[in-house]
């Protein structure tokens, strides 16, 4: 079992930054690609970003493309997300996802492990 546990989510303002990071533990962390996900209220979870694990090579929603950054430390089995320009729209609580396999994925049924969250809030 791999154990995701998010943080450095909070309430900012539009134009604002945020870095969320989540520490993994248990199972090697090192093994599969990692993501980041968001669910605003009412919405379905979607993919923001995800990473391999070999090449660091990232994928982005086009809607945060430009605007965040996803890093993984695999020696300190953290993964990163730096958030620049922050939206409104942004709003949602994020979710940090592991894969057993290599490979990024856009899709919440490829991941296996989860955290249970952290909530950022962008005021206009």
């Known amino acids: 079992q791999v154990q995701l546990v998010e943080s450095g989510g909070g309430l900012v303002q539009a134009g604002d930054s945020l870095r969320l990071s989540c520490a993994a533990s248990?199972?090697?962390?090192?093994?599969?690609?990692m993501g980041w996900f968001r669910q605003a209220p009412g919405k379905e979870r979607e993919f923001v970003a995800a990473?391999?694990?070999?090449?660091?090579?990232?994928s982005y929603a086009d809607s945060v493309k430009g605007r965040f950054t996803i890093s993984r430390d695999n020696a300190k089995n953290t993964l990163a997300l730096r958030m620049n320009g922050l939206k409104p729209e942004d709003t949602a609580v994020y979710y940090c996802?592991?894969?057993?396999?290599?490979?990024?994925?856009?899709?919440?049924?490829?991941?296996?492990?989860w955290g249970r969250g952290t909530q950022v809030t962008v005021s206009s």
């Open positions: 248990g199972r090697t962390f090192s093994s599969g690609a």
């Open positions: 996802a592991a894969r057993a396999v290599r490979g990024r994925s856009p899709f919440v049924e490829d991941y296996d492990y």
């Open positions: 990473i391999d694990r070999n090449t660091d090579t990232p």
